[in-house]
Every structure is written in C-alpha cells, then in structure tokens.
C-alpha cells in the first residue's frame, strides 16, 4: 500500500493557508497542489520549485493543471513553465 505523503515537508505551508494541508492528497487535489506550487515562484527559485513537482506529477498534469486552473498564476509562470518543457507559450491572463 503506498505511504501517505506529507506536503507540508514538500511545499511551504503558507501556499496552501486555507486549507487544511494535512489532508491534502497528492492525487485527488492535484488541482490545487500544482498551481499553488509555483504560485511565489520566481526565476530564481523555479527550478528548485517545479523540480518538487516533477516528483509526483508528469509534464502533462502540470501544465495541464496551470491551463485550467483558477489560481492567480502569473503569465511570467506560465512562460517559465512553457520554456522548461518545450512547449507553445500559454498566458492565463490577457495582456
């Protein structure tokens, strides 16, 4: 039987403030785990960042969770993402 996986020792407790991130399963709340990953990311922290996602989730649920999400994820997010997988740019916002 697979172990249960703590996300706080994953990810920073502060993305994930209103809820309540013990309950948090990889597999059933992967909608809101992947955006809220990447939500603070910068440049510089990206790799490190989306690096902890690439554990759990493939190329495929991540930027087809960022696509669909209703998290605020930056277009500069989306971009970072798009250039690390070598896909078309996407935007979730218009500029």
């Known amino acids: 039987m697979k172990q249960k996986v703590d996300i706080s020792k994953i990810f920073p407790k502060h993305l994930f403030w209103d809820v309540e991130y013990e309950k948090l399963d990889l ?55 798009a250039d690390r997988y070598h896909i078309d740019s996407f935007a979730r916002f218009e500029v």
């Not at 990311?41 to 669909?68: A, G, M, P, W």
């Open 27 to 81: 597999k059933k709340d992967k909608d809101l785990i992947i955006p809220r990953a990447l939500y603070a990311t910068t440049r510089k922290s990206f790799d490190k960042d989306i690096s902890k996602l690439e554990k759990f989730y493939s190329k495929f649920q991540i930027v087809n969770q960022l696509k669909h999400t209703k998290e605020r994820i930056s277009n500069e997010v989306c971009r970072m993402v």
